[in-house]
């Protein structure tokens, strides 16, 4: 295992934590813009205001280190952006207009901290402190100025940050989302069912899973092209998805195989859950060769096991499924007649 405080263990989070690289790019860029204005104020012998920059300095570096040491790196962002707020303010008073061009890039750093509506208010809040506090603003016209310059960098802001979380949602929900059926993909369903598992460990309700093979589906693409193939599966994708509850997720784990997690199901509702599926693709789902089926396997989580043997059991069930004639299901068996504890 890498030292994360290695400098071995620093490049491999700024490779592997996108978070923790804004963090540093965001702290490096605040050093390197402020330490040579200390050490002007200090040559200067301005020590009042030599000694706010090099606090923020130091702030910087400490939420660097922070971030490095236990990995909150939301928090480490609140606090390099709390110094820079407290550090606008004091310069702003100390300086007068120079130490006003300060708030701007903190306005723009809020929303990598806050939600969008937060940072709006607390920047727009920020300005008029800033105006009120500041000491570089005699007129009335520099006063409205400045406050209006404030509010439009704000607000910019605000609109490239809803742009930007838009499109991230897009791209995460993307990467998320098998792209043939639009359920989730083998990533999403990897991760859900480890906190899922994570959960059932800690005390919650048992998950529950089914692993869902259609019958002679390689016939279909064979005989009918995989073009009806893919249709096929979009459909099936739909029935189930229109079968399930709201609280339950369909993921596709490759080809004709797809997964089904109960998040809070008693063990005797699973094969309630099973025969309503399997009933509604027999029902409805079809295809130029008649009628398609499925085979379905189910797993009550065991508390202490890992996914791939949650997910290999039910996999056993579904081969189980099959030899007893297809278009059936067929339920993992329990220990002891109960789920061990």
Not at 92 to 97: F, H, R
Not at 248 to 262: A, I, N, P, T
Not at 268 to 285: F, H, N, P, S, Y
Request: proline share 3%.
């Amino acid at each position: 295992m890498v030292n994360r405080l290695s400098a071995a263990g620093f490049i491999h989070r700024l490779r592997t934590d996108f978070t923790f690289a804004s963090v540093s790019s965001l702290a490096l860029t605040g050093v390197v813009a402020v330490t040579p204005f200390a050490v002007y104020r200090y040559l200067r012998g301005e020590w009042m205001i030599g000694t706010v920059d090099l606090l923020l300095v130091l702030c910087i570096l400490s939420s660097l280190g922070y971030a490095l040491v236990t990995g909150r790196n939301r928090g480490a962002f609140n606090l390099i952006m709390a110094g820079g707020v407290a550090a606008c303010l004091g310069v702003t008073y100390l300086v007068g207009l120079a130490g006003n061009f300060w708030t701007f890039p903190v306005l723009v750093g809020l929303y990598a901290v806050l939600p969008i509506r937060a940072a709006l208010g607390l920047g727009c809040a920020l300005t008029l402190t800033v105006v009120w506090v500041g000491k570089g603003l005699p007129t009335v016209v520099e006063v409205l100025s400045f406050a209006v310059t404030g509010v439009l960098v704000s607000g910019l802001a605000a609109i490239s940050a809803y742009h930007v979380g838009r499109q991230r949602q897009a791209l995460e929900l993307a990467a998320a989302t098998d792209a043939l059926t639009g359920v989730g993909n083998r990533r999403r369903m990897s991760g859900d069912l480890e906190q899922s598992a994570r959960l059932a460990c800690r005390g919650s309700p048992l998950p529950a899973l089914m692993v869902l093979d259609l019958d002679h589906f390689k016939r279909i693409n064979d005989e009918c092209g995989h073009e009806m193939g893919d249709r096929v599966l979009i459909e099936f994708a739909n029935v189930v998805g229109k079968t399930l509850r709201q609280t339950d997720s369909l993921y596709r784990m490759g080809g004709e195989e797809f997964l089904v997690l109960l998040p809070m199901v008693e063990p005797t509702g699973i094969a309630l859950v099973a025969e309503k599926v399997r009933a509604r693709v027999e029902e409805q789902l079809r295809s130029p060769l008649g009628p398609v089926t499925v085979s379905i396997g189910a797993a009550l989580y065991r508390r202490g096991e890992s996914v791939a043997e949650w997910i290999h059991r039910a996999d056993t069930a579904v081969y189980e499924a099959k030899a007893q004639g297809r278009n059936g299901w067929s339920i993992a068996p329990r220990i002891d007649g109960r789920e061990r504890d």
